[in-house]
Structure formats: structure tokens, C-alpha cells
């Protein structure tokens, strides 16, 4: 499978504790996405890479969000302190962003659903 | 703030038929719009997308249409299936942004036989 792999697929934790998960991007993509998503609603956008550099962050990824990707390739996110707001499907996305392309199709993994108990 | 809406939040067609889902969006500022299919516990799978010069897309069995005067999108799939079941999501994004995606709510779409 060449898609995007997310891990892990469930977790649930109790509230309090820290939890990370982690994407595995399509091979030779340069940008890298986390997205959280709650019941009924559209995906909300966190954080972005370009290779190893984080360019953007959302106001919705608070201080106890981070999110790294050291060597351009797989990126973690890691939750510290989880309050039972932080339940939502966290969903990476990767694309490869041409400098002079017009678009940039971002292709999803499954996510991951994080349960804070 | 801005944000991205869908007039619909429900759409039951007949297999067969044409749907034609739609969305409006506030943001002038985009310039570039994604089309995504959500199925039960999968990631948004992309279907098609369009950029602000273009007023239509094609693509297999969908086409994308864009009224910048509006601001309003339309994604029409042809001979529904009932494999086109699914939440259909649009998304805004301008290339300033960094192309992060601010999508709708979705419309649940729903085939019947």
C-alpha cells in the first residue's frame, strides 16, 4: 500500500496523559498536513510541513500540541495533558507541491480516533 | 470569520439518477477548491478539484462547476451508484495559506436502489 499510513488507527487514554501518533506520508512528498476532525463536522486544519520546516500553525493547536517532522519524512503528534476535548479522528494528509503548479492535492490517511476517557 | 458552507445537509437520489450536491463558500480570497468523499471510518478520498480561473471541471462520471460571482461550487456525479454513498465535503484554500484546506460540513449523500 503506497497511500498515507496513519498509527495508530484507535487510542483511547485517560485524561491527563500524553499520547503521539504518527504518519507515514506518500514516498517523496514534500508537504505534510494534520487535520482533527469531530462527529458531523469537516476536517479542521492544525499544522502544515514543507519537508522538515513547520510553516503554519492553526490557532486550534494549543500549547500542549506539538507536531514534528525531523527528517522530512514520517511526522509525529503528540498530545500532552489530553482533556476529553482532544477526542476527535486526527487525520494527516501529504501532497507534493510543484513550484509551478497551480493546485496541490492532498491525499488523506484513515486517521486516527483518540478516545480521552 | 469566513467559512465554508453547504446548503443541503442530506441528499437521497436513485441509483441512476444525476446528484448535484452544492456548496457556497465567503472567502474571496481562495483561489483553489477540492472536492472530497468520506466513507465511514476513511480519510477524505479526493475526487476532484478546480482553480479560481476555471468556471468547469470534468472528470470521470463528475464535474466540478464554480460561479465566482456567487461564490458558490457545485459537484455533479452522472448514473449515481450506490457506491457514491458517502459524505461529500468541499474545501476552500488559497496558495498564500499554504494551501491548508478549510473545509464545509459535509452532505451525507444516499443511494437508493
Known amino acids: 500500500d503506497t497511500g498515507v499510513s496513519q498509527d495508530p488507527r484507535h487510542k483511547i487514554t485517560k485524561r491527563g496523559q500524553n499520547v503521539t501518533f504518527r504518519c507515514d506520508p506518500i514516498s517523496e512528498h514534500n508537504r505534510l498536513y494534520w487535520y482533527r476532525q469531530t462527529l458531523g463536522q469537516g476536517p479542521e486544519f492544525l499544522t502544515y510541513?514543507?519537508?522538515?520546516?513547520?510553516?503554519?500553525k492553526s490557532r486550534l493547536l494549543s500549547d500542549r500540541f506539538s507536531a514534528e517532522r525531523p527528517k522530512g519524512s514520517f511526522s509525529t503528534l503528540e498530545i500532552q495533558r489530553t482533556e476529553q476535548g482532544d477526542s476527535a479522528m486526527y487525520l494527516c494528509?501529504?501532497?507534493?507541491?510543484?513550484?509551478?503548479?497551480?493546485?496541490?492535492?492532498?491525499?488523506f490517511g484513515a486517521g486516527t480516533r483518540l478516545s480521552v476517557l | 470569520g469566513e467559512s465554508v458552507g453547504l446548503h443541503l445537509p442530506t441528499l437521497s437520489v436513485q441509483e441512476g439518477d444525476n446528484s448535484i450536491i452544492n456548496c457556497a463558500y465567503s472567502?474571496?480570497?481562495?483561489?483553489?477548491f477540492i472536492w472530497y468523499k468520506q466513507e465511514s471510518g476513511k480519510g477524505p478520498q479526493f475526487i476532484i478539484d478546480i482553480r479560481s480561473n476555471m468556471d468547469k471541471r470534468q472528470g470521470q462520471r463528475v464535474t466540478v462547476l464554480l460561479n465566482k460571482t456567487v461564490k458558490h461550487l457545485s459537484l455533479q456525479i452522472a448514473a449515481t451508484q450506490p457506491g457514491d454513498s458517502a459524505v461529500y465535503f468541499c474545501?476552500?484554500?488559497?496558495?498564500?495559506?499554504?494551501?491548508?484546506?478549510?473545509f464545509g460540513k459535509g452532505t451525507s449523500l444516499l443511494v437508493t436502489p
Open positions: 474545501a476552500e484554500t488559497f496558495s498564500n495559506s499554504g494551501y491548508a484546506l478549510n
Open positions: 510541513f514543507q519537508n522538515e520546516a513547520q510553516l503554519e
Open positions: 494528509a501529504s501532497s507534493f507541491l510543484e513550484t509551478q503548479g497551480w493546485g496541490n492535492i492532498q491525499y
Open positions: 472567502n474571496s480570497a481562495s483561489d483553489y
